[in-house]
């Protein structure tokens, strides 16, 4: 069987946080005219609480690296380029030189410049800083697949997504996948599981479910959904993250305020709804009292307007979270005054 | 070949229209109006602003329900339905804009682009609270070249059309985005080897008047209240085809004389053409020619377009002795107000103040220049652009269509000339239907330059892109006349917004078929 035959069989799917199926985008790529096309692997890890990748480095590079060049050779590639944040760079770099030798595949190591930020992980932006400019989303369509590095047909995958690759090359693939666990837990870390593990199976195999009051943030420590205790039986959506959080030991409005931060320091400022958006509901979210309607309305503009997926992740884990969270505690659990809860029960949906 | 064509809804009305087209060209080409600030025909898509946002329904990927798209970049596609001003583009458009105006300073009372502007027209026309978010540029610098042209960074919405109109368009590259996210701004980029040249093309193309050219309206103002000079104009003849656009007129109907009659209603009082001391400038250039090699080697430059020496005199100074020596046509028209017209009517050149108007921002730098002087003092005063004087005529509430025609004073020759704004100097030499053909289309052509028996091969260039190009062939012309603004003075910096492309070919065509005099 080929290649991408076995993919297919494996039902693999990317393991960058967006999930698209991998034996799809091969084939898009394959397919798409050109004899110049390129692969490359997202080592960038941006996403807060996210460390699968750097572990999967420093343990599998080897895998990593064939699974790339099982690539190359697949779609007959010209080169591959291992874009890897600059904190890896410097922890790993002899180990990728050293695997990438032993491969013998065209493969350049890249060493994502810090300035590039989260951001710089997109893919499309991720294109852009490799080609030297500034590290902001493109125009999509077109896609990578038929228009990326150099406007030439490309593959973009995930560090685990090429291990997969490897593992279901070889044989030896059995449906795991890699997760990180933070926050409020006992054991954090790293944890290689069944990909079809609910949230609630995760943490009670990794010995992590809380005795105490709880709720989790999924998928990403910036950009995944907040879910409570009564909603931990789907599986880990995104980049495989649980981040667990002590319902007792956080403000909100400093959680939220966090959060918003985060994203409005790491917005590229291409769009008005993200570089405006973002600076004017952390402004909102700093004061004392609260316009939950002007907030609402920012948060509904971002997912309808933002230029990339950044500004449509914004929404997330602040709706989410007083979807999830909020709404459903009684207003003594949450460090809220009961007038706020209300506003915040009218405004947000 | 044919095109394909494709069946779209617009706000429910079935539109058959090219594969391809963006469905804000659809929409605009079917009259339907889609608000926007970044679009601009003569660059990429940038669809930063979100401002152009249009339901298209049909379910996305994620949330099943109808999206929300930017117009400007999204291509139409066969059955697609598309919704301008539902409720949800409401919200989102006009939240956007109002954001948009938190990153703009609004300094409507001095603003030249007051009564254009597109900001307070969406304000108005969508009723956006413009004061839910205060301002936050408020200490971001105003970056100022020479007296000509400015960035005024508490009013940049940050589309980057300037950068564009700056890199895309002019190859100068002087004007960089600096820094990330939100303290992005646009700046002068911090390189040896790189300066600006004054063309304006950036402030052509800047959707609310961030980047400028220097207002010195309400110094004319100011003269033209005191009454203690005599105040000139210099009226470049290119002037009355632009400005129908801003005055709601079809090309030709606005005549010289009309707008002569504008000037003196503000209290000018005396209005010559600016092009009036071309034909004296053609003979001293075309004498230079011939006379040709002593201490040249190479071509003839022109030296009609304070853009293009200030390029010259900064990137290629070994070609500044070719330069032709004859002084640019407004200072040369200057001058023979100051010293022979004055002379002749026995006035006193310091009590004279002479503006000229055209569509340059350059100019406002060529006024200053040591060699525009004459017995020490300027032979312009002040160099105004055509928005400039929109301004004012819209300011005093001027209906130029209604005005009657009033004769353009004159020394030395016609009272109009009809340069139409590139190879102006060296009309009279060339096969002028030749020369009309394409003149101005941006890019470059050669033609066959007569003077007497005497042949030269003569290269004008639209837009100082071409004009780089053309310096590495300096064996190939004998003479080059480069206008800095792509389509030449008619799309120059200082020209109503919008000028694209389009407009520009638009105005020649205008020029052409329309004669100055009645």
Same mark, same amino acid.
């Given at each position: ?73 697949f ?12 904190h ?14 032993? +491969? ?9 410049p ?21 590290? !902001? ?13 150099? +406007? ?13 690759? +490897? ?20 054991? !954090? ?14 943490l ?18 910036g ?22 959080? +002590?319902?007792?030991k ?8 966090n ?16 570089? !405006? ?22 948060l ?45 029960? !009218?405004?947000?949906? | 070949?044919?095109k ?6 617009? #706000? ?17 080409? #079917?009259?339907? &109006? ?20 249009? &339901? ?5 990927? @994620? ?9 400007? @970049? ?6 697609? /339905?598309?919704?301008?001003? @539902?409720?949800?583009?409401?919200? =989102?458009? $006009? ?20 009564? $254009? ?34 960035i ?23 004007? &960089? ?30 959707p609310?008047s961030?980047?400028q ?6 110094? %004319? ?45 503000l209290?000018? =009082? ?22 040709? *090699? ?9 030296s009609?377009c ?27 028209s ?19 103040? %002479?503006? =000229?108007? =055209? ?6 730098? /060529?006024?200053?220049?040591? *060699? ?7 032979? %312009? ?14 300011? #005093? ?24 704004? @590139? ?18 289309? *941006?890019?470059?052509?050669?033609? *066959? ?23 590495? /062939? ?19 910096g ?9 407009? %520009? ?14």
């Amino acid at each position: 069987m080929d290649i991408l035959s076995k993919i297919k069989k494996a039902n693999l799917i990317g393991r960058g946080g967006a999930c698209y199926p991998v034996a799809d985008k091969w084939q898009m790529v394959k397919e798409a005219k050109g004899d110049e096309k390129y692969v490359v692997c997202n080592a960038s890890e941006g996403e807060p609480g996210v460390k699968k990748d750097g572990y999967i480095i420093e343990h599998f590079a080897e895998r990593v690296i064939d699974g790339m060049a099982i690539a190359i050779e697949f779609l007959g590639a010209k080169q591959g380029i291992f874009y890897v944040n600059h904190h890896y760079f410097k922890r790993h770099k002899k180990l990728l030189a050293t695997e990438v030798a032993k +491969s013998g595949t065209a493969i350049e190591i890249f060493s994502k410049p810090v300035e590039a930020g989260y951001i710089g992980g997109e893919e499309t932006t991720a294109l852009n800083v490799i080609e030297g400019k500034r590290a !902001e989303p493109r125009h999509r369509p077109p896609f990578p697949p038929t228009s990326g590095l150099w +406007s030439r047909p490309t593959l973009v995958n995930n560090v685990e997504t090429f291990y997969d690759v +490897s593992l279901v090359a070889a044989g030896e693939y059995q449906g795991e996948r890699f997760y990180t666990l933070s926050g409020d837990c006992l054991y !954090e870390g790293v944890f290689k599981l069944p990909a079809d593990f609910s949230i609630e199976k995760i943490l009670k195999a990794t010995h992590n479910l809380p005795k105490f009051p709880f709720f989790v943030q999924v998928g990403g420590d910036g950009s995944g959904e907040v879910l409570n205790q009564k909603q931990l039986k789907k599986p880990v959506g995104g980049a495989g993250s649980i981040r667990v959080w +002590s319902l007792e030991k956080y403000q909100p409005a400093r959680l939220l305020l966090n959060w918003i931060t985060f994203f409005q320091g790491e917005s590229c400022g291409q769009c008005t709804p993200c570089r !405006e958006g973002t600076y004017r509901l952390k402004e909102i979210l700093s004061q004392e009292k609260v316009d939950w309607n002007t907030v609402a309305e920012l948060l509904d503009n971002l997912p309808d307007t933002a230029f990339c997926a950044l500004g449509c992740a914004v929404p997330t884990p602040i709706r989410s979270y007083i979807n999830n969270v909020l709404k459903v505690q009684p207003a003594g659990a949450v460090k809220l005054p009961e007038e706020t809860l209300r506003a915040i029960r !009218e405004s947000i949906k | 070949m044919v095109k394909k064509t494709v069946k779209i809804k617009i #706000n429910d009305q079935e539109i058959v229209c090219e594969e391809g087209k963006t469905i804000f060209e659809v929409a605009a080409a #079917n009259g339907i &109006e889609i608000p926007t600030l970044c679009e601009h025909p003569d660059f990429p898509h940038k669809a930063n602003c979100r401002v152009c946002a249009v &339901e298209v329904k049909g379910p996305s990927a @994620s949330s099943g329900r109808a999206k929300l798209v930017p117009a400007c @970049s999204v291509p139409v596609r066969d059955g697609m /339905e598309v919704i301008t001003a @539902s409720d949800r583009v409401k919200r =989102s458009r $006009n939240l956007n804009l109002e954001m948009i105006f938190a990153e703009h300073v609004e300094k409507c009372a001095t603003c030249v682009w007051r009564l $254009n502007c597109k900001l307070l027209a969406y304000a108005e026309k969508f009723k956006i609270p413009i004061n839910r978010f205060k301002d936050r540029k408020g200490d971001r610098p105003i970056y100022k070249f020479s007296n000509a042209v400015e960035i005024d960074g508490t009013q940049c919405i940050d589309c980057r059309n300037c950068i564009d109109a700056c890199s895309l368009g002019q190859n100068i590259n002087y004007l &960089e985005l600096r820094g990330k996210g939100l303290d992005q701004e646009v700046a002068p980029v911090k390189k040896k080897g790189v300066e600006c040249i004054l063309c304006g093309q950036c402030a052509v193309h800047c959707p609310v008047s961030a980047a400028q050219e220097q207002a010195h309206w309400q110094e %004319v103002e100011k003269a033209l209240k005191e009454k203690k000079k005599r105040v000139v104009a210099l009226l470049a003849p290119y002037v009355r085809i632009s400005l129908c656009e801003d005055f709601k007129m079809n090309y030709g109907e606005l005549k010289a004389e009309q707008l002569a009659a504008a000037l003196k209603f503000l209290g000018f =009082s005396h209005v010559f053409d600016l092009g009036a001391s071309l034909p004296a400038l053609a003979a001293a250039q075309s004498r230079e020619l011939i006379k040709g *090699e002593k201490g040249r080697r190479g071509p003839l430059l022109s030296s009609c377009c304070p853009a293009w020496v200030r390029y010259v005199e900064f990137y290629r100074p070994d070609l500044v002795k070719n330069l032709a020596t004859a002084k640019a046509p407004q200072v040369a028209s200057g001058e023979m107000i100051k010293a022979g017209w004055a002379e002749k009517n026995k006035f006193d050149p310091r009590d004279i103040l %002479v503006v =000229s108007i =055209s569509p340059c921002t350059a100019k406002k730098f /060529e006024t200053t220049r040591r *060699e525009a002087k004459i017995k020490g003092r300027p032979a %312009v005063d002040i160099a105004l652009t055509t928005r400039e004087i929109a301004w004012l005529f819209k300011k #005093n509430n001027l209906d130029l269509a209604g005005l009657k025609a009033v004769s353009l004073d004159k020394f030395d020759g016609e009272a109009v000339t009809d340069y139409p704004g @590139s190879g102006q100097i060296m009309l009279p030499f060339l096969d002028k239907k030749k020369y009309y053909e394409k003149f101005a289309e *941006e890019g470059s052509e050669t033609f *066959e330059l007569k003077i007497g028996k005497k042949k030269f091969r003569f290269c004008r260039v639209n837009g100082i892109r071409h004009a780089q190009e053309k310096l590495k /062939e300096l064996d190939t012309f004998d003479y080059l006349e480069v206008l800095a603004c792509p389509g030449g003075c008619i799309g120059g910096g200082g020209e109503p917004i919008p000028t694209t492309r389009e407009l %520009v070919c638009a105005r020649a065509a205008a020029m052409l078929k329309t004669k100055a005099k009645k």
